[in-house]
């Protein structure tokens, strides 16, 4: 599939996702484009607009990685244990993986949609989809910190320095860091 093609596909994903959902796509640290994001604002978002695409995709799109994983999981330090260990306590993450190994253990390979993917490992069920199903799919982090942290993870997926809100309309809103609420991912 072509780039270009790949791009229109994820823009009307998530403009799909946004219609039917009635959420909408947060930009972030709007430089140097802020006149063609107000002229793409002054009507109703196109998924087809050529600028949009280009926008979307020089701005808000990171290309999967071609490099290998850079996991905690794969090297499990001594260090990394607390990091990790939501995965046998009760917080409710090991029944959802289940579940998801459950639905999706004999599905081809999909295409998922992860709001919120903090730093690409860690709470992630997508990441079993990616690396045991070959599924491939868009990371959504607003979070500044975390989604350069989640780059550093070398995922196969699409990322995006963007978040999911509750409107129907393009927004701003003030996040609280992850890490300022005391949940540091060992980073």
């Not at 081809?108 to 690409?120: I, K, M, Q, R, S």
């Not at 550093?152 to 509750?166: F, I, P, Q, V, Y």
């Amino acid at each position: 599939m072509r780039p270009v093609r790949k791009v229109k596909l994820l823009v009307s994903l998530l403009l799909a996702l946004a219609a039917t959902t009635s959420m909408a796509l947060i930009f972030f640290s709007i430089t140097g484009r802020g006149d063609l994001l107000e002229a793409l604002l002054e009507g109703p978002l196109d998924a087809a607009d050529p600028r949009l695409l280009h926008l979307v995709r020089d701005r808000y799109l990171v290309a999967p990685a071609s490099a290998k994983y850079n996991l905690k999981e794969d090297y499990m330090l001594p260090v990394d244990q607390p990091y990790l260990s939501y995965r046998n306590s009760t917080m409710g993450w090991e029944k959802l993986h289940r579940l998801v190994v459950t639905l999706f253990d004999q599905q081809p390979p999909g295409f998922f949609v992860e709001a919120g993917a903090l730093d690409g490992e860690y709470l992630s069920n997508t990441l079993y989809l990616e690396g045991k199903k070959n599924w491939t799919g868009l990371l959504v982090e607003p979070d500044a910190e975390m989604f350069t942290c989640l780059l550093e993870k070398n995922r196969k997926a699409w990322a995006s320095h963007s978040c999911l809100a509750t409107t129907n309309y393009p927004s701003k809103v003030m996040l609280h860091g992850f890490l300022l609420l005391g949940l540091d991912t060992g980073q």
